[in-house]
């Protein structure tokens, strides 16, 4: 049976923005449970960006389009990266707010309330409210990954964030379009966000296993070329002028 939503004409307050390649197992499940979390809440759309997926992905958001009139799907012919995927996702998104997660179920959807209501409790001061993992499911060489990763950026940018790589963020759309695009921004967010201005709202958040498949964005999106992206930013930052008041004069 299909679910009754706000039609494509009707506002739209929040989008969920997803990046997937090659998660046909995980559709279903993740779709299901984002419902749950925000159903009767907002008024929001669920924009899958299937990044050059070669399963069965595009036939599963296909058939989860029949059943839910919220549900978008946005397709890159080829595979770009997630941070690619994300731009997409947001570039298309009608909400005002945008609030991510990762498309292989280790990110729970349960959590997507908190994130939203604090950014919209927080002001026009908070620029991006970021989950932080606990509980890691990940493997040991995984988690000894993220904490180079974390401990290196963390003592070049001085962020304040122990866990930029939890795929759960939401930020308000036009200041994350603001923003200078380059491959791995998505793990940058927070440095970019203090450097126009914003601060930084967190929200611990529960890690879980995988629900199905493998990881598709590997070693070398996580740390050798965030190396170079991450001096790139540290550039951006110390490059960084005041933004001057303007008024129009008549």
């Known amino acids: 049976m299909s679910v009754d939503l706000p039609s ?11 990046p997937v ?83 292989d179920g280790q990110n729970n959807p349960a959590f997507l309330p908190d994130l939203i209501a604090t950014l919209e409790k927080g002001g026009l001061r908070i620029g991006l409210v ?6 890691r499911k990940d493997t040991g060489f995984k988690k000894l990954q993220s904490r180079v990763a974390n401990a290196v950026r963390s003592s070049i940018l001085h962020d304040g964030t122990r866990d930029t790589g939890c795929g759960l963020k939401a930020f308000r759309r036009e200041v994350f379009l603001a923003m200078p695009y380059f491959d791995g921004l998505h793990r940058f967010l927070p440095a970019l966000m203090r450097r126009e201005g914003f601060e930084i709202a967190y929200v611990d958040v529960i890690d879980r296993p995988r629900h199905a498949g493998v990881s598709n964005y590997g070693f070398f999106d996580r740390l050798w070329i965030g190396i170079l992206d991450l001096f790139g930013v540290w550039w951006l930052i110390r490059r960084k002028k005041p933004t001057p008041a303007v008024t129009e004069v008549k």
């Open 8 to 18: 494509p004409d009707q506002a739209v307050a929040v989008s969920i923005v997803v």
């Open 130 to 135: 970021a989950g932080q993992r606990v509980g």
């Open 21 to 103: 390649r090659n998660e046909a197992d995980n559709i279903a499940p993740l779709i299901a449970e984002i419902a749950a979390a925000l159903d009767g809440r907002w008024a929001y759309e669920i924009i899958y960006v299937n990044d050059g997926s070669t399963d069965a992905t595009a036939e599963q958001l296909a058939a989860a389009m029949t059943q839910r009139s919220n549900l978008r799907q946005l397709r890159h012919a080829i595979s770009t990266g997630q941070s690619a995927a994300v731009r997409s996702g947001v570039r298309a998104a009608r909400g005002a707010i945008v609030a991510t997660l990762d498309g």
